[in-house]
């Protein structure tokens, strides 16, 4: 079996996330409907949103755990442009950009609390 390429956030307000996620990915869904949306990049990978509510099988909340998405970007600069862009966007950052033991990171937070990692392997 091959690695997911697809990944789904469970979220309160699809709508609201849609619009959040507009603007993070700077790109248009190319699927909405009633508590679902979905984005596809360039290269096929898959990230959508989908209402709480309408999940199936119902979720056991006791149960849920984190989530973290990250995306890696090739080097530095890049790091720094998606920082200040988000930061001009006014996303909640957990965590200023870091030299970690994997290179340099930076943590933010969607609207249902979901962890958004941008990181490249060089440090800082």
Not at 76 to 93: A, G, H, N, P, S
Not at 106 to 120: E, K, N, Q
Request: overall charge negative; hydrophobic content about 45%.
């Amino acid at each position: 079996m091959d690695l997911s390429n697809f990944t789904i956030l469970y979220v309160e307000n699809v709508e609201r996330s849609l619009a959040f996620y507009r603007l993070l990915l700077d790109q248009e869904p190319v699927e909405v409907m009633d508590g679902f949306a979905l984005f596809v990049s360039e290269s096929g990978i898959k990230f959508a949103l989908w209402a709480k509510s309408d999940v199936i099988p119902a979720l056991d909340t006791e149960r849920a755990g984190a989530m973290e998405t990250a995306f890696e970007v090739p080097n530095m600069i890049t790091l720094q442009i998606f920082y200040t862009k988000w930061r001009e966007l006014d996303v909640t950052i957990i965590q200023e950009p870091t030299e970690l033991g994997f290179g340099t990171t930076f943590t933010a937070v969607d609207p249902d609390g979901h962890r958004l990692r941008v990181y490249c392997s060089e440090k800082a």
